[in-house]
């Protein structure tokens, strides 16, 4: 054989090598996905955080503010568009609105993300379209694959590219 031929069979070894490490790396990153939580930057939904343990997982807000609601009161996390609610009354992590990507719900997917990403959280999805001032808002609403009982939902909004424009987590057992 010669050496021409030796260095193709050489070259398509190490390109076989480099799919299957790459295939494998997709397989490992997809084992991650938290499947039977609601978790967003390592923070789930229904658990109690102190001020520090928001900061550390969410960083510096923009502002803290305090309100009083027909529920009780809440504090609320402002990162510029995004938001989270903490009921004062035991530091529940109860709500959140997320308009851009910086924040990642179940290590896996976040506004700008295609919508179809929603599907492989598992659990059950139901798709629904609603006409608001004369436009059609389209949205999925995700519930856990788990027995976990949850007070939450979660919304996922998306235009008309199929793509997230945002994600909304509400804790209905206060509204």
């Keep these: 054989m010669d050496n021409g031929c030796k260095l193709f069979n050489k070259s398509k070894t190490v390109l076989i090598f480099i799919v299957i490490t790459l295939s494998l ?3 490992t990153r997809n084992t991650n996905i938290i ?3 609601m978790v967003i930057n390592g923070l789930a939904l229904c658990q109690s955080y102190t001020q520090e343990q928001m ?3 969410l960083g510096q807000p923009d502002s803290i503010k305090h309100h009083d609601m027909d529920s009780g009161k ?7 568009q995004d938001s989270f609610t903490i009921a004062a009354n035991d530091n529940l992590l109860t709500d959140f609105k997320i308009t851009t990507p910086r ?10 993300d295609p919508v179809a990403r929603v599907a492989l959280l598992g659990g059950t999805v ?3 379209v609603v006409t608001h001032n004369g436009e059609n ?10 027995t976990k009982d949850y007070s939450s939902s979660i919304i996922f909004y998306y235009d008309s590219n199929n793509i997230i424009t945002k994600i909304v987590a509400i804790f209905n057992s206060l509204y």
């Design 35 to 37: 499947r039977d939580d």
């Design 137 to 146: 808002i389209k949205y999925k609403h995700w519930d856990l694959p788990s």
């Design 103 to 112: 924040f990642k719900l179940n290590n896996f997917i976040s506004v700008g």
């Design 25 to 27: 790396i997709q397989c």
């Design 74 to 80: 809440v504090i609320i996390y402002h990162y510029n």
């Design 126 to 128: 139901k798709d629904y």
């Design 55 to 57: 900061i550390e997982a």
